[in-house]
């Protein structure tokens, strides 16, 4: 019996010691960086603003053949250019009120290069036009043309004044702005009342032509003359292929 109480005693003691051995504490565990250390700041994307969807549209002509209703009242059998002899332009211009326009001029066939031309580079300076309609928007009518300041080119009439063809009936003349640029005669009268103001040069306004300026070099850049540079009466309006 005393024997196997020892045995029982010195396994309660081993027991014990196993047990202790497994409730042991730890040395604490040095603590690691933290989680919550400050990030490198991430630098924001910048893009270059796109070019503004309303920059107005470049300059453009088309050229057409013209048909006999679009010019039934400025063409008739007998004028000095045929009917198939004529061209339709339709091209933007800038206008008065600083925005681009469609426009349309009836010219010479061989006019429409020299045309389109100047009147691109007018545009691309916006170098202001008040209207621009074939003449048959008034029924042929010179005068109603002008009177509404109209750009316009062929019209099969004879010259202001005389029994002979104007270079506007062979399709090789327009006429800008006539209310800014009239028809002055050798004594300064003018025969509409909204040019009077506008009768003499130079002259610094929206859509005047003056001696000398980039307008008047345009047209003689693709040898077209301008009648403000006529002796005694004056046509500041008016430039043809043949300068008269």
């Not at 990030?39 to 006999?68: D, H, I, L, N």
Request: proline share 8%; hydrophobic share 35%.
């Amino acid at each position: 019996m005393r024997i196997q109480a020892t045995l029982a005693v010195a396994t309660v003691c081993l027991a014990t010691a196993a047990c202790g051995s497994t409730t042991a504490q730890q040395p604490a565990s040095t603590p690691g960086p933290s989680s919550t250390a400050p990030q490198t700041p991430v630098a924001q994307e910048t893009t270059t603003p796109s070019p503004s969807s309303t920059a107005p549209p470049k300059f453009s002509a088309t050229v057409s053949k013209v048909t006999r209703e679009q010019v039934k009242h400025s063409w008739r059998p007998g004028c000095p250019v045929p009917l198939d002899g004529l061209r339709m332009i339709t091209m933007t211009y800038w206008g008065f009120d600083d925005k681009p326009h469609t426009g349309k001029l009836v010219v010479n066939k061989d006019a429409t290069e020299a045309i389109t031309t100047v009147f691109g580079r007018l545009y691309g300076w916006r170098w202001p036009i008040y209207k621009m309609e074939p003449v048959d928007a008034y029924k042929g009518d010179d005068f109603d043309s002008i009177e509404a300041n109209n750009t316009s080119a062929f019209n099969c009439r004879a010259a202001t004044g005389s029994s002979h063809w104007s270079q506007h009936a062979y399709g090789r003349a327009v006429d800008i702005n006539p209310r800014e640029n009239p028809y002055v005669t050798a004594d300064g009268s003018v025969a509409h009342k909204n040019a009077r103001k506008f009768a003499t040069r130079p002259i610094d306004a929206p859509g005047v032509i003056n001696p000398g300026d980039r307008v008047v070099r345009a047209f003689a850049r693709v040898g077209w003359g301008w009648g403000g540079d006529w002796s005694g009466t004056r046509d500041y309006q008016h430039f043809s292929a043949a300068g008269n």
